[in-house]
């Protein structure tokens, strides 16, 4: 147990029938019985946690003020799943840029991959969302109503009713806080400070909606799911056996200097030779710090965040007994066994090699960009017809997208083959700002010209700002 936990969670386990129990412990919030383990972990203040505090105040500050950063008038980061409609760093992308997306993702997961196999679970431990709102909002919350502040730790006896009560109350507030932030990245800002001052919930039920089922999804998993989140749900935690390799950076227990742990004898004129201790003296302060519950002189664990709590808890240890720190530090599988660290290996040579590769085939495609997109989308109904002078004609509609931030005029400057005629109810388009625009349009072609029922046809675009582009369809025929 990482805390002073009720005695009778340990009897209910001594009592679960023979068949029921685990040999061991399974998972580090699991007792024997299969009952929540509370994880309560102590505070250990040292110059790591430092760092982390202050790494999260500024996180805080970005998670907070960033979807209200503009570029050219343009939001600097907005996923509107609505509208279809994706800018990154001021890039606007759409559901035609299939392959600007897939080249995106594929770099965001190598970068990742690349990023872990030099450091590890850096991301878990200072820049989650997940570590930064649980251990430097919500718990300190906790240990504010369980008079547990700045030290951690269980309470020392039963929290009163109303505490909790209020302690929820306070995660609630947050909760809805967050839950406008979360969903300022998916609607915008200007447009969820519209939804607030000027409508009720009853005008945007589904804005409200989701609003409402993120803060119940908030509160449930910082109130009560917590490192369970980061041990059970999150498919980056789970990925980590094969994103690490030996050389990766890791929170580690010296085992050579600490072994054999021991509790601190004093040398005494009774007993003047004691048998051979390492530097842990067992006194427990890595695992009760540890807010997933662990034991990191275990080894390497799917469950170790790199929090680097234990590292303060133990440096702490050290200083105090006179031992130099460091028993617990950032290390490699790799160092610990004596090997020499290599910042050259496979990995760290192909991730980045494929990652440049796909960013340049991205770079030169985003600068390559036409300022509008046209697609051709044959009509529902009859397929073609044919005319009283032989003419095969097909009804289509030419949808045209304007990737500009000014409205742009576009014409259609011609069709290949030239034998295919087209008509149109007007010469030319205006299409707005970001907007769309979709037009019908009928394509005539001589029958002689089909072959096998087909005649792939070029429709030829332009706009009032010179640039070009050819749509592609396919005209079907006798
Ligand atoms: S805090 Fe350090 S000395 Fe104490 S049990 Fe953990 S490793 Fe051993
Ligand atoms: S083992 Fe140490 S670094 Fe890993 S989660 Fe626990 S306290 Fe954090």
């Known amino acids: 147990m990482t805390t ?9 386990t001594e009592a ?38 202050w790494f999260a105040a500024f996180l805080i500050f970005v998670f907070t003020v960033l979807p209200f950063v503009k570029v050219g008038g343009r939001p600097l980061l907005l996923i509107d799943i609505l509208n279809r409609e994706f800018i990154i760093f001021g890039l606007r992308l759409l559901p035609t840029d299939t392959l600007l997306m897939a080249l995106l993702m594929v770099s965001t997961f190598l970068g990742i991959f690349f990023f872990t196999a030099l450091f590890g679970r850096v991301w878990c431990g200072w820049a989650c969302p997940q570590t930064v709102y649980m251990e430097f909002v919500f718990r300190p ?55 607030i001052w000027r409508s009720t919930p009853l005008e945007h039920p589904i804005a409200f909606g989701i609003i409402a089922l993120v803060t119940v999804a908030m509160l449930f998993d910082f109130g009560y799911f917590r490192e369970q989140t980061c041990i059970i749900a999150c498919p980056y935690g789970r990925f980590q056996s094969v994103l690490l390799d030996r050389q990766s950076s890791i929170v580690a227990y010296h085992a050579q200097r600490g072994e054999p742990r021991g509790k601190l004898k004093k040398k005494s004129a009774e007993l003047p030779i004691l048998a051979p201790q390492g530097d842990c003296i067992d006194c427990g302060n890595c695992v009760t710090t540890c807010p997933t519950g662990i034991d990191i002189r275990d080894g390497l664990q799917l469950e170790c965040i790199n929090c680097t709590q234990c590292i303060d808890a133990c440096d702490a240890v050290m200083t105090k007994i006179g031992k130099p720190i460091g028993l617990i530090r950032y290390s490699s599988q790799a160092r610990d066994e004596g090997e020499r660290w290599h910042l050259l290996r496979p990995r760290v040579i192909v991730y980045p090699l494929i990652l440049t590769v796909l960013l340049s085939v991205f770079g030169i495609l985003v600068a390559t960009r036409k300022s509008f997109e046209g697609v051709m989308l044959r009509n529902p109904g009859l397929p073609f017809q044919v005319e009283a002078n032989g003419e095969v004609v097909n009804s289509f509609r030419l949808a045209l997208t304007n990737r500009s931030d000014e409205a742009d005029t576009i014409r259609i400057v011609g069709v290949e083959p030239s034998t295919i005629r087209f008509e149109l109810t007007t010469d030319s388009f205006e299409v707005p700002a970001n907007g769309d625009r979709t037009e019908g349009i009928r394509l005539f072609a001589p029958k002689n010209a089909f072959v096998g029922g087909r005649l792939p046809a070029r429709i030829l675009l332009e706009s009032s700002r010179g640039d070009e582009r050819a749509v592609s369809c396919t005209i079907v025929g006798p």
Do not use: C, Q
């Open 16 to 53: 679960a029938p023979e068949l029921l129990k685990a040999k061991g412990r399974v998972l580090s919030t699991l007792e024997n019985d299969g009952s929540r383990r509370w994880i309560k972990p102590r505070v250990s203040s040292g110059s790591l946690h430092t760092r982390r505090m």
């Open 141 to 195: 919350i906790e240990r504010l109503f369980e008079g547990t502040w700045g030290r951690g730790g269980a309470p020392r006896g039963k929290v009163a009713g109303w505490k909790t009560a209020a302690k929820f109350a306070v995660y609630f507030v947050i909760s809805f806080y967050l839950a406008h932030t979360f969903l300022a990245y998916f609607v915008g800002v200007d447009k969820l400070i519209t939804w």
């Open 4 to 12: 002073s936990e009720p005695e009778s969670r340990t009897e209910a």
